[in-house]
């Protein structure tokens, strides 16, 4: 692909789909996807690692996008909350968050989405003090946190149901 002088192609798939948009070796992976692929979804905050508004998962690991190149990903797999379910639709961990007041502003949101995404990957049926330690790295100035770990529960459960049922 013909870039800009000083930008390389970075190809990326993103919630399932090819992507393709110019750099700089020094865009954040945060700005790639806001800014290059307009997906705005992914919230940027302190950008400097602590707060954990743009976590994202990178080859189903969470990242956090304000730390990691747009370059250093090519040819990985992000999804960002834009994926998580068909447009109009909201995913069960969505719902879950919908259902217990896990959120009012939204900002910290996306990231939580993704982290509890990852954590429910890794371990199906935490415990309250597990949820606590998984999400510790994505901070919320809104909801005390008791609604968010609620809703981690609520999708930890059904998603346990749906499989007995199964
Ligand atoms: S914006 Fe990346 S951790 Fe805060
Ligand atoms: S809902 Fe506002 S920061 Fe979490």
Redesign the pocket.
Known sequence: MKTRQGTVAVELTVNGEKRVAAAEPRMLLTDFLRHGLGLTGTH???????????TVLVDGQPA????TFAVQVEGGCVDTVEGMAEPGALSDVQQAFRAEHGLQCGFCTPGMLASTEALLQENPDPTDDEIREYLSGNVCRCTGYQGIIAAVRRVANERKAASRDA
Do not use: I, S, W
């Open positions: 940027v905050g302190c950008e400097q690692g602590v707060c954990g508004a743009c956090r996008a304000c730390l």
